[in-house]
């Protein structure tokens, strides 16, 4: 038997959805904890120079090879369609590894041949380093067809204790070579990367191939066979489908804009030389540190609600033509969502002002809580507000848009890029490495308002409108108000002076802050909890009937 079409769309896909975004959020908690451990570990025993080639350099090629391929062919196989074929999606998925070929020799030759090197003498292997990033973005294409796969079949654990597994090895192996190997340096983070792949591949290949033998009666589980996993021939079909083609085309485009603008002021730091190796090192350091709520909970959450909406909305069909009650649900949950995340950005924007410095001294020292650090830690924290909001809004945008509109949302992408790198070179002229954020913080600003835009319109013949529903209620401004008040007062008192008994103050003051705020949390959005817990509460429901 041959995976043709697929099944009805299952009836709790929201429950699914919330649990796959629970899992991401849970593990990658579990995960990105350890790995900030050994970062704070790493930091303390190599260079800014390898610590800069690394976090902006290499990393900045894995990213490119990778996400330009995948990232298109993963939003087309995600794509809601009315009867699935999944061997056409099978053929779709695999087209990605021959391109990842070709942008890993690409990106390799201009990352060795073009683009300035390090100095060898302080920082040796680049070349081989650079070969290895290449491999391991080329290894991880072969396991794309099964990521989708598993996302389509809501196999809601897999991508996050894959992925999580494969973080524990390679935090294990670079910390091991770190402390016997001290003098390998670009050497021991290409081993790790490589293994992490390789780690990844493996894992996901044999996932399923334990879900093959565990369903070899379940006629409801689409594959029969290995085989069926890799590309084959259709006798009565095209070998991929002509709407996942075009899908696929002009989510290429919107792609390549897109690295641009998530990955911008690497890109600049990399072709312009505006900042050193070790300048690079520690805006790294410092935009991880604001940005870690985003790897740990934005990011499942926006999973998690793509695929809600994908599979629960026809893509580029009007509100009006949806089923009502579909667009109605959708519609409450894309306010919640955002009312839940512009609530967590506040809290990191309004605490983060205040205990940078602190911070960063804590974690990292006095080699980075002193200069411009602290500062470029409040305009992260700030920026993590910003990005709080475009995730959902264009994550919704980007699962219900026609065709015809992604590939005008391309050259919408194409101005917000330039607009980016001008700004990035205008601001980090006069404002050096906090230039990069104030340009990062302009740009999302832009591509907020044309996302909400595209909701409001969208749901505006629906009888919800969850543009106006994710602002935070009067009492929670407010809050969050006297809560930023009360704290920089405690920054400009208790903040400078290096004491512990000065520092515990200041900690407590936001502490109480803090319970201030959850306190008006709890009165003032009873609607939001009351909302979250059903979802929480059908999905316990889900689980008993299963």
Known sequence: ???????????????????????????????????????????????????????????????????????????????????????????????????????????????????????????????????????????????????????????????????????????????????????WGLITFSIAQLLYTFTVTTLYYGYFTRQLFRRRRDHTFPFKRFLEFLPSRLKDKPFIDNEQRGLLLSFAKQSFFKQILTEGEKYVMTVFNVLTFADQGVYNVV??????????????????????????????????????????????????????????????????????????????????????????LSWVSFYVLLVSVNGITEGFKNATMSQRQVDRYSRVMLCFSLAFLGSSLILTKYFGIIGFVLSNCINMCLRIFHSAYFIYQYFKDSSYQPVWSHFPSVAMAVSFFVALSFTASSEFLFGDKHHLKFQLIHVGVGFVCLLFNLLVFFISERPLIKFVYSLCYKDKDMDKKS
């Open 1 to 183: 038997m041959r995976p043709q079409e697929s099944q009805d769309l299952d009836p709790n896909i929201l429950a699914k959805a919330a649990k796959s975004a629970s899992y991401g959020i849970g593990l990658q908690f579990t995960f990105r904890a350890s790995t900030f451990l050994v970062n704070l570990f790493l930091v303390r025993y190599i260079s800014k120079d390898v610590l800069g080639v690394v976090s902006v350099r290499l990393s900045l090629l894995y990213t490119t090879v990778f996400l330009l391929t995948s990232e298109p062919f993963i939003r087309a196989g995600l794509s809601k369609a009315e009867k699935r074929c999944w061997l056409q999606t099978v053929n779709l998925l695999w087209c990605s590894f021959p391109l990842g070929i070709f942008w890993a020799l690409i990106c390799g030759f201009v990352w060795m041949y073009v683009l300035e090197q390090p100095d060898s003498s302080i920082i040796p292997h680049y070349n081989t380093a650079v070969v290895c990033y290449s491999v391991s973005a080329i290894v991880e294409m072969l396991c794309l067809p099964l990521l989708v796969i598993a996302q389509l079949m809501m196999f809601v654990e897999a991508k996050a204790v894959i992925e999580g597994v494969a973080l524990v090895v390679q935090c294990f192996v670079t910390i091991t070579l770190v402390i016997l190997v001290p003098d």
């Open 287 to 376: 935009s991880n540190l604001g940005s870690l709520i985003v790897r740990i909970v934005f990011l499942p959450m926006e999973d998690g609600l793509y695929l809600f909406i994908a599979q629960n909305l026809q893509r580029g069909i009007p509100i009006k033509q949806q089923q009502k009650d579909q667009a109605d649900l959708t519609g409450r949950v894309l306010a919640a969502v955002l009312r839940i995340r512009v609530l967590l950005g506040l809290v990191i924007a309004t605490y983060g002002f205040s205990y940078s410095s602190l911070a960063l001294e804590v974690l990292y020292g006095e080699k980075f809580s002193h200069g411009a650090g602290p500062q470029l």
